[in-house]
């Protein structure tokens, strides 16, 4: 079996550091790995669909080509008729979370069965190489023992988590002081993250106005100092459930990242999060800036994009930067999370890693839809199907200024093989008991790193306070 090999950008103690704890960490056990087959993992790339909205303003009034008759079509039909046209992000929020007919509210999309699989499903070293992130940078910037959060936002199966505590259970210095916050919106999709990470009692709280808001070990349950995340400095419970892990780390959900307690630093993970907050799709319209919506045909049966003929709110949160742009999709949800972020990795320490496929301000209509892993009209079937965009890393970036410094994107593949992955992969490949074993690790490896399928398809970003550029590089291969 061949040895996966590349060039490892670190400088050389952070390369020995890296190398001695990946070949060491959790020692040498396959603790998940992906046994579907390779060509099912490749993720949702960025193709043409038959919605395309570049020449919208040349066909103005397209419709969708397969007829719909869904109830929630019905739905949409009557939301538009009442209230006249919507915008894409008030079309994608109703087709990802609307509580009667939205994708994420009736089903798992998640694994072979659903209709995409996430790079944590592929192979547990990604999950494992991300926490050895936060730990890398933990120890840069010098936390020591005080209590501090891993935050995931968009958390899926669970599988990330599973792999990112415990990898951080082993280290003795950190695992007493964390806790683990998690931003999840579907209830069904908690149920299951706090069975993969083996919470046997649920604490489940809707109630407000109990507990005295802190950061400290007070019902943290990690031992002493652990993040107390049940409450905010004004005495309300802000998270829906709550439970101990099997590492014996605690467990905190939220609807939204704003409602999880600040004060302490916190490493924050977004791993496929940002592609589906909702977006508002722009371009360039007899030279001015004009939205895309989402309108019903004349005879009422279909879908169909439509240019809004004044300027809407949407064009005037366009950062100055790429107000010239042909086309151009904004994410107002991104945003208000990247706020927050900067404020988190500014006020307290830490850092944030943001894992998506995406491209630096380069491509122009990425709105598409996904159904058992083949892409489809965004305007077919409401509500069967992710609806998604490619994260444009050059708003992000332009939206954290001046409040946080950002570095990257770089793909996939050059950050998994900086985190020391051929280190990890080998000493994987050492412990496969058969031939089949092995086989299955190397294609599971194969997705994630090979430049033509998630390697160089997925990229990977990071956001800090300023005071970290004063610390050296970033760990990872970031410049």
Not at 351 to 360: K, P, R, V
Not at 372 to 382: A, C, G, Q
Request: include cysteine; charge should be neutral; hydrophobic fraction near 40%.
């Amino acid at each position: 079996m061949a040895i996966i090999s590349a060039s490892v950008f670190l400088s050389k103690n952070s390369y020995q550091l890296l190398y001695k704890i990946a070949r060491t960490f959790t020692g040498c056990r396959i603790h998940s790995l992906s046994l579907g087959s390779p060509s099912l993992v490749v993720h949702r790339q960025s193709r043409s669909i038959s919605s395309n909205t570049d020449a919208i303003a040349k066909s103005e009034g397209k419709e969708a080509e397969i007829p719909q008759a869904s109830e929630f079509l019905k739905y949409l039909r009557q939301r538009i008729k009442a209230t006249g046209a919507i915008t894409v992000a008030e079309y994608m929020q109703e087709c990802l979370t609307n509580p009667y007919y939205g994708y994420y509210s009736r089903k798992n999309p998640f694994g072979r069965q659903g209709d995409f699989i996430t790079s944590p499903e592929v192979c547990q070293i990604f999950g494992e190489l991300v926490a050895l992130w936060c730990v890398n940078e933990w120890n840069i910037s010098n936390i020591g023992a005080v209590p501090f959060q891993i935050i995931e936002l968009g958390p899926g199966t669970g599988t990330l988590a599973y792999d990112m505590l415990r990898i951080l259970k082993s280290f003795p210095q950190i695992g007493n002081t964390v806790s683990l916050h998690l931003v999840e919106r579907s209830s069904e999709l908690a149920r299951q993250q706090a069975k993969k990470l083996g919470i046997e009692a649920i604490d489940q709280t809707w109630i407000t106005g109990a507990g005295k808001g802190t950061v400290d070990g007070a019902g943290g349950g990690a031992g002493d100092g652990a993040v107390d995340g049940a409450v905010d400095g004004a005495g309300d419970v802000l998270h829906y459930q709550t439970g101990i892990s099997q590492f014996g780390i605690p467990v905190y959900w939220y609807q939204r990242i704003q409602d999880i307690p600040k004060g302490a630093p916190a490493f924050i993970v977004a791993n496929e999060f940002f592609d589906a907050l909702p977006i508002h799709k722009l371009q360039m319209t007899d030279g001015k800036l004009r939205e895309v919506l989402v309108d019903v045909t004349e005879d009422d049966s279909r879908l169909r994009f439509v240019i809004a003929p004044n300027e809407t709110a949407a064009v005037r949160l366009v950062p100055k930067e790429s107000r010239k742009r042909q086309h151009l999709e904004l994410s107002v949800e991104a945003g208000v999370v990247l706020n927050d972020i900067a404020d988190r990795v500014t006020d307290h320490g830490g850092g944030a890693l943001i894992i998506d496929y995406g491209h630096d301000g380069t491509k122009t209509d990425t709105f598409r839809a996904f159904q058992h892993h083949k892409v489809l009209d965004p305007l077919h079937e409401p509500g069967q199907a992710d609806v998604t965009a490619d994260v444009d890393f050059s708003l992000l970036r332009q939206m954290l200024r001046p409040k946080a410094i950002s570095y990257g994107p770089i793909t996939q593949s050059t950050f998994l093989f900086n985190m020391a992955f051929e280190q990890r992969f080998n000493a994987l490949m050492k412990a496969c008991k058969s031939d089949e074993e092995q086989d299955r690790l190397a294609a599971a490896c194969d997705v994630l790193i090979n430049p033509a399928k998630m390697g160089g398809q997925f990229f990977v970003f990071a956001v800090f306070g300023w005071k970290r550029g004063r610390l050296g590089p970033v760990t990872g291969g970031f410049q």
